[in-house]
């Protein structure tokens, strides 16, 4: 006779967070394939994986609400997801030279930019003050995911549309600003319970 999961157990395995563990393995699949940046079947098996990842991206949160299935392992594990996949490709594809020169600024902003939000959020945390996602940050996601899409398809991309990674970079540089405009809301979030202390 089998017994019934536990109601946590169930939660852990919810197709949202299910959905949120794949993009946390998607992470090194990618990373191994832009280990080899000249072939154009690793660059285009790595964007697969990558949009995979990042459509999965919108369908766990929007699940997990809909079906009212949302979960601490969740709101734990989402943004920590989002992080590992944005963070190992920016660096993969600096290391191939895919982002190069004054582009570099751009990453670093973002890179930048998620250390502070978290900083923040594990800050607020502990204030017991939630800190929503903003419109300007939802914009900031969207062109950031493809800029980075772009990029990965990279010189293969090239064969296919002509221009590909120029518009990869234009886009990495919108994120970049939008990055510091949500990112000063943030901070500004944040220094205001620090003021108020």
């Not at 004054?102 to 594990?122: F, P, Q």
């Not at 405009?181 to 620090?194: F, I, Q, T």
Request: net charge positive; proline share 5%; hydrophobic share 55%.
């Amino acid at each position: 006779m089998t017994t019934a999961p536990t109601p946590a157990r169930s939660k852990h395995f919810s197709l949202p967070n299910m959905l949120t563990y794949g993009r946390v393995v998607a992470v090194p699949i990618v990373v191994a394939l832009l280990y080899w940046p000249e072939k154009d079947w690793a660059r285009w098996t790595a964007l697969g994986v990558y949009a995979v990842a990042a459509i999965t991206d919108f369908f766990d949160g929007y699940l997990a609400r809909a079906w009212q299935q949302q979960s601490m392992m969740g709101r734990m594990l989402d943004p920590i997801a989002d992080k590992l996949i944005v963070s190992a490709c920016l660096l993969m594809l600096a290391a191939d030279g895919a982002i190069a020169g004054w582009s570099l600024a751009a990453a670093v902003i973002i890179l930048c930019r998620e250390i502070l939000v978290s900083g923040l959020r594990e800050f607020l945390a502990g204030l017991r003050v939630s800190m929503p996602v903003s419109a300007v940050g939802r914009w900031k996601t969207t062109v950031q995911l493809l800029a980075l899409g772009f990029l990965i398809a990279g010189p293969a991309g090239e064969k296919v549309l002509p221009g590909t990674e120029l518009i990869g970079l234009t886009l990495l540089w919108i994120s970049a600003i939008l990055t510091i405009y949500s990112g000063w809301d943030y901070l500004k979030a944040g220094l205001k319970h620090v003021s108020e202390d």
